[in-house]
């Protein structure tokens, strides 16, 4: 029977190939189908930071929406932690990505209920990077819901 390390060994190999088959592949339908397992799988300190150098790579486009999606069923934990980065990537970031973040940054004022301060702070934030005319208003009206206001 092997010992602890032994098994943890193996699990740090999975894991660190599961991460270069997603880097290796080509096929744009076979990444999610890896980074779901990956996901779902695992729980290592490699996993949430690879998904956000993947949501910064330019080449990664097609998937960005899916890689904010596979950050949330990760940690929802982490990415309000990490709510600087999908902010950035609101402002920065592809049109998939940048209404991904939204969508996540409005999922983590929901269900962290934020004191009033970090939502004020979040508001400022996202209303500098949105379209003042259209998404501006649709973001502010959906603030206002989720606060009761």
């Given amino acids: 029977m092997e010992n602890t390390a ?19 592949t080509e096929n744009p339908l076979e990444k999610p189908v890896i ?9 290592d300190e490699r996993i949430f930071p690879f998904l956000c150098e993947m949501l910064n790579d330019r080449d990664q486009v ?22 600087s980065f999908f902010l950035d990537l609101l402002a920065n970031g592809t049109y998939e990505a940048s209404l991904a973040a939204a969508g996540l940054l409005l999922h ?12 004020d702070k979040l508001n400022q934030n996202i209303s500098r ?15 206002n819901d989720i606060n009761g206001g």
């Fill in 129 to 143: 990077h949105l379209d003042p005319v259209s998404m501006d208003r649709s973001l502010r009206h959906d603030l």
């Fill in 62 to 83: 097609e998937i960005h929406g899916f890689l904010i999606g596979a950050c949330s069923e990760y940690s929802l934990e982490t990415c309000r932690d990490k709510m």
């Fill in 108 to 119: 983590l004022m929901d269900t962290y209920k934020l004191d009033g301060d970090t939502l």
């Fill in 35 to 43: 980074i779901a397992s990956l996901v779902r799988n695992f729980r």
């Fill in 6 to 24: 032994n098994l943890i060994d193996r699990k740090n190999n999975m894991v660190a190939e599961l991460m270069g088959r997603i880097r290796a």
